[in-house]
């Protein structure tokens, strides 16, 4: 196991419904992330946090809502999404030094998502 | 703008046999280059890194991976191949510059070991 772990592993959600993902890590890192893994795409990061602090939001629309109480866990909030957001959804923690980029990232097994 | 290419979508290699799995990229400095697995229904491992010194890292598994800074490349390599390596590999760049915590990953290679 990479010490993040990612509950739960299968979702089915309707258009209507408001859902919530988790991602907790067990590693003591300070940098957690939330990506969309799509078939034939590049996974694509979607949000990125630092000691608490988003530092990333890479436009992704507002039906996707992070939390990130504490470095340790991270939540995905979900709400009136689209079949298009049907999708592996991915959780990731990194240690980084401030200033630097040198660290690997470490991955959850990710949440099957599918939006009916 | 800062990308990764991954240009097979597939490679198939027979087991015993060397493998390759193609990577570039395109950073506007100097790149931290990594190579990451994924098997069925499990999130991404790392594989290797560079970040500077030999061009020639090596990683898990018995994979390596060669820097070419002229050719812009990273590709990942194995001398002999094992039905076990079956799995989707990713390629990902982060930029130094960049103080972020960005990482760019490529499409991904699925790669297939033919017993």
């Known amino acids: 196991e990479t010490g993040v772990t990612q509950t739960p592993r299968h979702l089915v959600m309707g258009m209507t419904n408001k859902k919530s993902l988790k991602c907790e890590q067990h590693?003591?890192?300070?940098?957690m992330y939330w990506y969309k893994q799509s078939a034939k795409k590049p996974l694509e990061l979607m949000f990125v946090?630092?000691?608490?602090?988003?530092?990333e939001n890479n436009s992704v629309p507002s039906r996707f809502s992070p939390e990130c109480p504490n470095s340790s866990h991270l939540f995905l909030h979900l709400h009136t999404l689209q079949p298009e957001d049907s999708a592996l959804y991915l959780c990731?923690?990194?240690?980084?030094?401030?200033?630097?980029?040198?660290?690997?990232?470490?991955f959850g097994a990710g949440t099957r998502l599918s939006v009916l | 703008a800062q990308s990764v290419a991954q240009p097979e979508d597939q490679v198939n290699v027979a087991e015993g046999n060397p493998l390759t799995v193609k990577c570039t990229y395109s950073?506007?400095?100097?790149?931290?280059l990594f190579w990451y697995v994924q098997y069925p229904n499990r999130g991404l491992q790392f594989l290797l890194k560079?970040?500077?010194?030999?061009?020639l890292v090596k990683g898990s598994y018995g994979f390596e991976a060669e820097f070419n800074k002229s050719q812009t490349s990273f590709h990942l390599k194995k001398p002999s191949a094992l039905v076990s390596d079956s799995a989707l590999y990713f390629c990902?760049?982060?930029?130094?510059?960049?103080?972020?915590?960005?990482?760019?990953f490529g499409t991904g290679t699925s790669l297939t070991v033919i017993p």
């Open positions: 990731a923690s990194s240690q980084d030094p401030a200033g630097t980029a040198k660290n690997i990232q470490y």
């Open positions: 590693l003591g890192h300070n940098a």
């Open positions: 946090y630092n000691f608490k602090e988003q530092t």
């Open positions: 950073v506007s400095g100097n790149p931290y």
């Open positions: 560079y970040i500077t010194g030999d061009n």
């Open positions: 990902a760049v982060r930029d130094i510059i960049n103080t972020g915590n960005q990482f760019y």
